[in-house]
């Protein structure tokens, strides 16, 4: 083989090589950029779901606000007559049939004190009784008035029937107009204990 043919080839061999080695990096080069693409599109997609779950966490947080209850203020609608007054439910009773008599009253706020003065107005429970305090709460459940008063509450000269209507008297008056199921009755801290009844740490009264 004369010099100039072995010239030659070792010319296309390189030349070859060259080729081939473009294309790999060419090839190379396409695959990075498709990759980096790849990558783009997996974190836009990674951000927009992350969007979202801050959208979704957010309206469920305005949700929950939306559910949270404002006692005071959901008692005001509900005791409001179709003139937009205020008023407050309580009741009476009768000694003889044992039966209670329901009334409506006016009122510039609704309160426990309020409902308290309407029944020592009435007789039903003892001057100077007053309410030491009181919110509406949900234990277990259950929609309860937690109420706590003086020891003026407490009639001893009253007899058993008597003293059983006082307290249905007062417990309805407290669970119609401020929509419970059931009242916590304390006096002075302590569950109620009169002359003829008694109740345990933490008994309701349920009445109505």
Do not use: W
């Not at 010239?7 to 950029?33: E, P, R, W, Y």
């Not at 008692?75 to 009768?94: F, Q, R, V």
């Not at 008599?101 to 309020?114: A, M, R, Y």
């Not at 304390?186 to 569950?191: A, M, N, Y």
């Amino acid at each position: 083989m004369n010099k100039k043919l072995k010239i030659f080839l070792a010319t296309g061999l390189i030349a070859a090589s060259t080729f081939t080695l473009v294309g790999c990096v060419n090839n190379s080069d396409k695959a990075v950029k498709q990759n980096s693409k790849n990558e783009e599109q997996v974190g836009k997609q990674e951000d927009s779901k992350e969007e979202n779950k801050d959208t979704e966490n957010k309206d469920k947080d305005k949700d929950k606000d939306s559910k949270k209850e404002d006692p005071k203020k959901n008692n005001d609608a509900k005791n409001e007559d179709s003139s937009g007054k205020k008023s407050i439910t309580y009741y009476t009773y009768d000694v003889d049939s044992e039966k209670l008599k329901e009334h409506t009253k006016p009122s510039g706020e609704i309160s426990v004190g309020n409902v308290i003065d309407a029944l020592v107005n009435e007789g039903i429970l003892q001057k100077g009784t007053k309410v030491n305090k009181a919110k509406v709460e949900e234990m277990n459940g259950v929609r309860t008035l937690v109420v706590d008063v003086n020891s003026k509450f407490v009639n001893f000269d009253q007899g058993s029937t008597q003293e059983l209507l006082q307290l249905k008297s007062f417990a309805d008056s407290l669970m119609k107009t401020f929509k419970v199921k059931q009242v916590l009755l304390t006096v002075e801290g302590k569950p109620y204990s009169g002359g003829h009844i008694a109740f345990n740490e933490g008994e309701m009264l349920t009445f109505k």
